[in-house]
């Protein structure tokens, strides 16, 4: 039986200096997609890549575009191969988009412009220091999350789970005071680690409900397709394929939690065998064997890696 697999696309984080050069060197079609996403955007998004500086890269305006820049010259590549279709796509907070222009519903131009306004957005809805993020490993989403309610109640400020990536390890965003505590409070409970995190905003809580009515207008002048292959929102955790739901989803995940653990067990429970993680890094294939050490899952970002997977599939 032929193998059944999905697409994992990464999100804002997986991001390095460097990052595409061996790619560019080697493909003219790589350099194609990266020279298309410049034109829209208009600056050099290969330079940035390849050659920071990591600071301007590390800014969310440009972090967004670049990374999805990358993971679709990686998917072009790997279709050039022969490959059969996938099953389904998924991709971490901005890549979600990714996912969506590989299953045909975004045209490449289109959604670097949209994830480019995505992250001015974000970053624009919280002054800095206002909020933060903190990671949690080790305890169970139930009580992460009642502890976030209970000290949410104590009224200093939003403090919610914003990332369900895996068993043990959920993100929480918010204030940053009510995060801090609330990291304290978790490590006093058992969490193995509690430790804030280096972001620029507190994503994915409702301090992002300025940035998603900003982003709404953004959508609404977008061209949306059927999905080809079904992509998982974050969101529900569930397929979509129909515009109307797509965009829907989009506005959701800006201020609510990523469900990643739940979207990759819904496409097991679909049938999905292996799962290629194409475009930088290797943080999503770790959630996958945290989540199922059965899987199958591979890495996608060098040609290498794309002669090898493409041969695998």
Not at 255 to 273: N, Y
Request: glycine share 8%.
């Amino acid at each position: 039986m032929a193998d059944r697999y999905a697409l994992m696309f990464p999100g804002q984080g997986a991001q390095y200096v460097g990052m595409g050069a061996q790619l560019l060197r080697a493909s003219s079609s790589a350099r194609e997609v990266f020279d298309r996403a410049s034109e829209a955007l208009g600056w050099d998004v290969a330079d940035l890549c390849v050659n920071g500086p990591a600071e301007r890269l590390n800014l969310t305006e440009y972090t967004q575009p670049a990374l999805l820049t990358l993971s679709i010259a990686v998917w072009e590549d790997l279709k050039k191969c022969a490959i059969p279709t996938p099953e389904a796509a998924a991709g971490l907070s901005l890549g979600e988009y990714t996912a969506l222009v590989t299953a045909g519903v975004l045209d490449l131009e289109e959604a670097c412009v949209l994830v480019n306004r995505r992250g001015r957005f974000m970053q624009e809805s919280v002054p800095p220091g206002v909020g933060a993020m903190g990671a949690i490993i080790g305890l169970d989403q139930e009580t992460v999350e009642s502890l976030c309610a209970e000290v949410e109640e104590q009224g200093e400020g939003v403090v919610r789970p914003a990332n369900f990536n895996c068993p043990g390890q959920i993100v929480i965003s918010g204030h940053a005071e009510p995060v801090g505590r609330a990291c304290e409070a978790l490590k006093e409970m058992g969490a193995r680690r509690a430790v804030m995190l280096e972001v620029s905003a507190p994503f994915h809580c409702p301090l992002m409900e300025p940035a998603a009515e900003k982003m709404a207008g953004a959508l609404e002048e977008a061209t949306f397709q059927r999905a080809t292959f079904p992509v998982v929102a974050n969101v529900w955790a569930r397929e979509v394929t129909e515009p109307a739901e797509i965009q829907e989803a989009l506005l959701r995940q800006m201020s609510s939690a990523v469900r990643w653990e739940d979207s990759i067990r819904l496409m097991l429970d679909c049938g999905v065998t292996s799962f290629v993680e194409v475009g930088a890094g290797k943080v999503l294939n770790g959630f996958l064997r945290r989540i199922d050490r059965r899987v199958r899952g591979m890495t996608c970002e060098t040609p290498a890696e794309i002669e090898e997977v493409a041969n695998q599939l």
